[in-house]
Every structure is written in C-alpha cells, then in structure tokens.
C-alpha cells in the first residue's frame, strides 16, 4: 500500500512561486506514473500535471502550461511541482496521486492520493 504526503503549500502573493513535495511510503514510485490535480472550494477535483514513470514524459493542464513544471527523483522516491507565476486562480488544495502505468492518464483513475495541500494565492 503506497501512502503519499504533500507537502510545500502556503500562502502566496500573485506572481510568485512555490514548490510542492510529494514523498512516498509502503512503495517505490519509480513504479508509477505521477500527477497532480487540484480542488478549489466548490469544484471537482482537476488535473494539473502529471509524468510518465521514467519521467521522460510531462504532460500540463493549458491552465498552468508554461507556468508550472513537474519532476521527479526516482532515487528520492519523490515528486515536485515547481508552480511560478501564481495566480489567485491558482488557489486550491494539491493533491497527487499514483497510478501503476507507464504513461499516465489525465482523469482521476489513480490507485494511491496523497490528503493535500493547500495553496492560497493572494492577489
């Protein structure tokens, strides 16, 4: 059983940055594929960004496209979310998630979620 923690979030004036952890327990994630999704108060839950289990490749929401990078450090058994350029749009509560693909999926079929965390990006 893979258990994910987030970690990063906070608070942000527009235009800045911030950097989301996602570490992992009970799993080697070099076996999954990655994403992040968020939920803003009131919405369903939607993709942001996800990577490929080799990390070879990234694929990102047009919202967040040119703005936020995905990574990860199979070694560390970790991934990032590099956001820059926030926006008060931006606000949400992070989650990632794991799936035992090569290449991943852009809807919400993932195995393992972390529980969040929040980003709140003030204008």
């Known amino acids: 059983q893979v258990q994910l923690v987030e970690s990063g979030g906070g608070l942000v004036q527009a235009g800045g940055s911030l950097r989301l952890s996602c570490g992992a327990s009970?799993?080697?994630?070099?076996?999954?594929?990655m994403g992040w999704f968020r939920q803003a108060p009131g919405k369903e839950r939607e993709f942001v960004a996800a990577?490929?289990?080799?990390?070879?490749?990234?694929y990102y929401a047009d919202s967040v496209k040119g703005r936020f990078t995905i990574s990860r450090d199979n070694a560390k058994n970790m991934v990032y979310l590099q956001m820059n350029r926030l926006k008060p749009e931006d606000t949400a509560v992070y989650y990632c998630g794991a799936q035992p693909r090569v290449i991943p999926t852009m809807n919400l079929k993932y195995d393992y979620w972390g529980q969040g965390t929040q980003v709140t990006v003030s204008s």
């Open positions: 990577i490929s289990r080799n990390g070879g490749s990234t």
């Open positions: 009970g799993g080697t994630l070099s076996s999954y594929s």
